[in-house]
Structure formats: structure tokens, C-alpha cells
């Protein structure tokens, strides 16, 4: 079992920036991908962000890319989403997940997921 816990959502006026973290427990945190993805009122889950278990692939959704950063730090076991330039549109609960192995952007793939961190961007 890995448990994750996100930290670090909130409001933020458009423009702005905020940055999320997940904090991973219970398996060896390194030998994970580890994702963002998010979900708005209504709509479905969609992916975001991930980060490969040593950091040298991370694939971003085109909507953040250049916008958001995805970082990770074995050490700690956490992973980070910096978030610039928060548009309206990026309001939404964000969640961390895990996999083992490779990364990828579909959500089913993933094993293990965080409780949800709300974003919440105003004009």
C-alpha cells in the first residue's frame, strides 16, 4: 500500500501561482511514476502532469504545458506541482497517484491515488 496526502491547494487569483505537494508513505517511494490529474464540476478526470520514478520524463497535458512544473524528490518522498499563470480554467480538485514502473497519462493506469486538494482560481 502507498498513501498519499496532497497539501498546498487553495485560492488564488488568475495570474497567480501556487504550488501542490504530495507526500508518499508505506512502499519505497522511488520505485513509483507518480501523477497530478485534476477534476472540475462536472467534468471528468484528466490528467495533468506526471514525473518517471528517477525524474527524467515528465509528460504535461497540453492546457499547463510551459505553465506548470513537476518535480519530485526521492529523499523526501514528494512530488511537487508548481502552478504559474493559473487560468480560470484550472479550477479543480488535484490529485496525486502512483504506479509502479513507466508513467503515463491514463488515470486508470494508476494504483493508488490522494484524497484531493482543491484549486480554486477567481478573476
Known amino acids: 500500500q502507498v498513501q498519499l496526502v496532497e497539501s498546498g491547494g487553495g485560492l488564488v487569483q488568475a495570474g497567480g501561482s501556487l504550488r501542490l505537494s504530495c507526500a508518499a508513505s508505506?512502499?519505497?517511494?522511488?520505485?513509483?511514476?507518480m501523477g497530478w490529474f485534476r477534476q472540475a464540476p462536472g467534468k471528468e478526470r484528466e490528467f495533468v502532469a506526471a514525473?518517471?520514478?528517477?525524474?527524467?520524463?515528465?509528460p504535461y497535458a497540453d492546457s499547463v504545458k510551459g505553465r506548470f512544473t513537476i518535480s519530485r524528490d526521492n529523499a523526501k518522498n514528494t512530488v511537487n506541482l508548481q502552478m504559474n499563470s493559473l487560468k480560470l480554467a484550472d479550477t479543480a480538485v488535484y490529485y496525486c497517484a502512483a504506479k509502479r514502473h513507466h508513467t503515463t497519462t491514463r488515470a486508470i493506469k494508476y494504483t493508488y491515488w490522494g484524497q484531493g486538494a482543491q484549486v480554486t482560481v477567481s478573476s
Open positions: 514525473i518517471s520514478q528517477s525524474g527524467d520524463d515528465t
Open positions: 508505506g512502499r519505497t517511494f522511488s520505485n513509483y511514476a
